[in-house]
């Protein structure tokens, strides 16, 4: 009958273990990318049938304003309450969209004036 305990002790050779240690930093960056790109978040298209429903455009000047006539071209994004980012960031996220992110000078019929 063998040890039960002989496998616990096999050794790794140096070219299994330089093998295993290049596996661990692949899986790595792998991860670091996968989590830079989550947090870039992938941008609202205009036609998405929620941009849409929230008549969401990139740029505020491009507002129809016959169809929305409380909006004001000094609303954008960056100055609702719900934009996610800081003031001069070019996208960020919107709550409204969840995870997708909006233009600065975007806007959408549920813009509200942020606090301050």
Not at 60 to 67: E, G, I, L, Y
Request: net charge positive; charged share 20%; hydrophobic share 40%.
């Amino acid at each position: 009958m063998s040890d039960p305990h002989s496998i616990l002790e096999t050794r790794m050779n140096p070219s299994s273990r330089r093998r295993f240690v290049g596996q661990l930093v692949v899986a790595g960056s792998a991860v670091v990318a996968t989590r830079s790109f989550a947090q870039a978040g992938a941008h609202v298209d205009e036609a998405d049938e929620q941009a849409v429903t929230l008549g969401y455009r990139h740029d505020t000047t491009k507002v129809d304003a016959k169809k929305y006539p409380k909006h004001a071209a000094t609303q954008h994004c960056a100055s609702c309450s719900f934009w996610q980012g800081k003031p001069n960031d070019a996208w960020a996220g919107c709550a409204m969209f969840g995870r997708k992110h909006v233009a600065n000078a975007g806007w959408c019929q549920v813009w509200a004036k942020a606090p301050g």
